[in-house]
Nanobody, 121 residues
Framework: QVQLVESGGGLVQAGGSLRLACAASGSIFSINDMGWYRQATGKQRELVARITSGGSTNYADSVKGRFTISRDEAKNTVYLQMNSLKPEDTAIYYC???????????????WGRGTQVTVSS
């Protein structure tokens, strides 16, 4: 089994910062991509940022220049540093990872339960 546990969400004023973390644990042979999606009330889930095992990153246009994704390979953890937060960033943020649980299994996508980020104006 593979578990992803997010932390770091909360309430912040516009212009403030938060740092999200997501740790993967369990049966892990290898991890490929890791990243963050978000879903605001009444909207579809959207990609915020992703990072490959090689360190390549891509971001949603709405967060470029404000958010930074990084990962610690040794800890199987991905981070999302969010600066200059805006009320429109308010959403539940979900972590995901593409994991190969063992040498004999294929790649599978796993998701965390989500962490609420609320930005007040």
């Amino acid at each position: 089994q593979v578990q992803l546990v997010e932390s770091g969400g909360g309430l912040v004023q516009a212009g403030g910062s938060l740092r999200l973390a997501c740790a993967a644990s369990g049966s892990i042979f290898s991890i490929n991509d890791m990243g963050w999606y978000r879903q605001a009330t009444g909207k579809q889930r959207e990609l915020v940022a992703r990072i490959t095992s090689g360190g390549s990153t891509n971001y949603a246009d709405s967060v470029k220049g404000r958010f930074t994704i990084s990962r610690d390979e040794a800890k199987n953890t991905v981070y999302l540093q969010m600066n200059s937060l805006k009320p429109e960033d308010t959403a539940i943020y979900y972590c995901y990872a593409r994991v190969r649980p063992s040498i004999v299994t294929g790649w599978r996508d796993y998701w965390g339960r989500g962490t609420q980020v609320t930005v007040s104006s």
